[in-house]
């Protein structure tokens, strides 16, 4: 049984350059994965103790638990120093951390803490996704915007945490893309899936079909192929779509499939955040031996210009993105 402290452990002894700041950073987000953790598991508690008058389990009034889950993984990127500062999606603008060790650390995580979030009311899986850079701006001074504007193929780390049926790290640095499963009654996380590879191709395909008047027609072209009977490739293949990214992403991860949140008539470029859901999701697809991209371009070269950026995604299994990038180049040609 290997845990993921000694995992991350083991993987920085096999560069001698390595400072351990990373793999401090790793722990960091650890540790908060763990509060976050047990605090949605007592999510359904909350009108409970509402109707009692009591305080929640931990004693705390109960905040909203996308903002709760932003400031524990806030306070815990920022207590022990290792990252000068933060981007998040509750957060309109980067966060400065100020304090003498923190200026003076190499790292900025960006981070959605807690997505798809509206599924905590019906008890589905939810997710927490992260991304490493280092920055750009010289070591002592504070972190600008610019350190968080880059390309997708300079990050240093991704993953993210899944609150599921059981609650799963996943991560890659660059080396493979490792999932841990976390052991509740010990609060530790043990390797589970180690190096997962995506199948090349799979039966199933991911898209809120609610949306398919507004789609691109190559979108809708490659739908109605999903749809097709001809055996001999699998199809129809199988529609699964949970509405909580990091949920989606993992069982296609698994099982091989694809995942699209296109451009729509009313959203040109798309619902996903460029910098904090959909960079770090391609790291871990392309380390897995899958792709990703804006249906046009890899989704890791694309030129940053706002923290908040949108940017249509599509994520998933080699052959099915060959498929589907066909059918945008036919029938929607980028002008
Ligand atoms: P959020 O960051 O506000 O939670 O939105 C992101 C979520 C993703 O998890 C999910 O894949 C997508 O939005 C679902 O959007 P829709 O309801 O439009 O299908
Ligand atoms: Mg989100």
Redesign the pocket.
């Known amino acids: 049984m290997i845990t993921l402290g000694e995992y991350i452990i083991a993987q920085q002894n096999e560069y001698p350059k390595a400072t351990g700041e990373l793999s401090l950073l790793l722990s960091s987000i650890r540790l908060a994965a763990k509060v976050v953790n047990r605090e949605i598991n007592t999510a359904g508690l909350v009108d409970i103790i509402g109707v009692t008058g009591l305080e929640n389990v931990q004693g705390e009034v109960q905040q909203k638990m996308d903002l709760f889950a932003n400031n524990v993984f806030k306070s815990a990127l920022e207590a022990r120093g290792e990252v000068c500062g933060v981007a998040s999606?509750e957060e309109e603008d980067i966060i400065i951390f100020d304090s003498e060790r923190s200026v003076n650390s190499k790292y900025v995580v960006l981070m959605?803490p807690l997505?798809?979030?509206?599924n905590i009311d019906v008890n589905v899986s939810i997710g927490t996704i992260f991304s490493v850079y280092q920055r750009l701006s010289p070591l002592g001074e504070p972190v600008v915007l610019d350190d968080f504007l880059q390309p997708g193929i300079r990050q240093v780390a991704a993953g993210y945490i899944i609150y599921g049926s059981s609650t799963m790290l996943v991560y890659t640095t660059g080396n493979g893309v490792h999932g841990f499963t976390c052991d509740p009654s010990l609060g530790v996380f043990y390797l589970s899936h180690e190096n997962i590879q995506i199948p090349v191709t799979g039966k199933i395909y991911s898209i809120?079909e609610g949306n398919y008047l507004k789609f691109p027609d190559g979108v809708k072209k490659y739908l109605k192929h999903c749809q097709e009977i001809e055996p001999a490739s699998n199809r129809p293949y199988t529609s699964r779509y949970i509405?909580?990214?990091v949920s989606?992403f993992h069982r296609n991860l698994l099982k091989g499939g694809i995942y699209i949140?296109p451009s729509t008539a009313s959203a040109p470029k798309g619902?996903?955040r460029l910098l904090y859901e959909c960079n770090p999701m391609a790291f871990l697809i392309e380390q897995a031996g899958g792709r990703a991209s804006d249906g046009f371009n890899r989704i890791m070269t694309i030129e940053p210009t706002e923290l908040h950026q949108r940017v249509p995604f599509f994520c998933g299994s080699s052959e099915m993105m060959d498929d589907v990038e066909g059918m945008m180049e036919k029938y929607s040609p980028q002008h």
């Open positions: 999606e959605d997505d798809g979030s509206s809120n509405g909580s990214l989606d949140y619902k996903l």
